[in-house]
Structures are given as C-alpha cells and as structure tokens.
T-cell receptor, first 113, second 115 residues
Framework: GNSVTQMEGPVTLSEEAFLTINCTYT??????LFWYVQYPGEGLQLLLK?????DKGSNKGFEATYRKETTSFHLEKGSVQVSDSAVYFC????????????FGKGTRLHILP | DAGITQSPRHKVTETGTPVTLRCHQT?????MYWYRQDPGHGLRLIHY???????DKGEVSDGYSVSRSKTEDFLLTLESATSSQTSVYFC??????????????FGDGTRLSIL
C-alpha cells in the first residue's frame, strides 16, 4: 500500500546550521508530495508541495525536490532559526474522489540559540 | 487562516460518557476530515466526508461516528468514550474534486482527555 517514512526525531541543531529531514515514500502511481509544519499548540500548516517528478517546492527558506528515481522528498534549509522549532510531517496524496492524505509520523525539530 | 473552528478546544470527561466534537468551516469546501494525533503515530484518519450526508471511514474509525447535515459543519461523536480515545483531534478541509491534489487546511485541534 501507499506509505510515507520519515526520519525519527527529535532532531536538535544549533541556530544557523544546515537542516535535512529525510522522507521516502511508497506509492502506486504518481502522488503529490507535501511537507506540513506544526508549531506548538497549533494545527498543521502546509509548508510546501510538489506535484510531479523533479518539481521543487520552496517556502520560508525550506526546499524539497520530488525525486521519483529514489522515491524521496527530503526537506532542507540552509540556515535554521530558533523559530523553526516545530514538528514536520511529510505526506502524499493522489487526485481521486476523496483527496485523502497519507502522513508520515512526524519529525520534531529543536533549534538551540 | 482557512476559516476552520473546532469546539471545544479542550475537554475532560469520564469513561463511558458520550462526547461530540464540532468542526465548523466558512470556506464552503466540499471535503472535511477528522484525524487523531498521538505520539509515535503521527496523524491517523478517523472519518471523512465528501459532501452533505456523504461520509466514509478512515483507518481508525472504530468507536467513532460522524455526521454532516450542512456543508459547514462536521461532527465527530464518541458514543461511549474510552481512555484509549484520549488524544488531540484535528479537523481538516480541502477543496477536493475537480481541483487536483489540493492541500488540506487544519483547525487548531481539540485536546480530549478521558479519565
């Protein structure tokens, strides 16, 4: 079946460090891929998305490239800030009748000042 | 903000009592979803709706029912709450249908504790 696997956290980095959060997927067909972010006490917010192979999604300094050959969608940021501390979810969906999204289990990121 | 309101935001109740959580949207989106979020499990889909009176089960639907009598409201009911249903519950909406691969927009969650 379809699934998303992302690296377990927590991930702890110092401010201005380079960030990578790995995400791989298993899917039949060609899903759209998403990264969502959840700040403490809030719901999930869409961070970025990519809808086809080789697409790069970007937002707020974060980037992720849809790699069909490696079935991956790794999240990267060149210089993290304390305000990036949150839980990050990788997800996929297919265009179909119900638009359901399959989420990874989330990766907690903690940035030290 | 996507115009989603969940109520209540917090609730503590006892085992065996009925509980209803409400999700209200002002976006007129067709699709609505209920998830629960638990440590180590991420988000798991409980039920979803693709229109008024059209609902279907997600991966963890046992012990839950839903109703959607109006486009803007999607209710989640625990008929007889159990401690295993202690969780944070999120409602989400999406345009769905003709617009492909639209992201879902989430409410701020309801923290439910069953004692």
């Amino acid at each position: 079946g379809n699934s998303v696997t992302q690296m377990e956290g927590p991930v702890t980095l110092s401010e201005e460090a380079f960030l990578t959060i790995n995400c791989t997927y298993t899917a039949t067909g060609y899903p759209s891929l998403f990264w969502y972010v959840q700040y403490p006490g809030e719901g999930l917010q869409l961070l970025l998305k990519a809808t086809k192979a080789d697409d790069k999604g970007s937002n707020k300094g974060f980037e992720a490239t849809y790699r069909k050959e490696t079935t991956s969608f790794h999240l990267e940021k060149g210089s993290v800030q304390v305000s990036d501390s949150a839980v990050y979810f990788c997800a996929l969906s297919f265009k179909n009748r119900d638009d359901k999204i399959i989420f990874g289990k989330g990766t907690r990121l903690h940035i030290l000042p | 903000d996507a115009g989603i309101t969940q109520s209540p935001r917090h609730k503590v109740t006892e085992t065996g009592t009925p509980v209803t959580l409400r999700c209200h949207q002002t976006e007129n989106h067709r699709y609505m979803y209920w998830y629960r979020q638990d440590p180590g499990h991420g988000l798991r889909l409980i039920h979803y709706s693709y229109g008024v009176k059209d609902t279907d089960k997600g991966e963890v639907s046992d012990g839950y029912s839903v109703s959607r009598s109006k486009t803007e409201d999607f209710l989640l009911t625990l008929e007889s709450a159990t401690s295993s249903q202690t969780s944070v519950y999120f409602c989400a909406i999406s345009m769905g249908g003709q617009t492909p691969n639209q992201p879902q927009h989430f409410g701020d969650g309801t923290r439910l504790s069953i004692l």
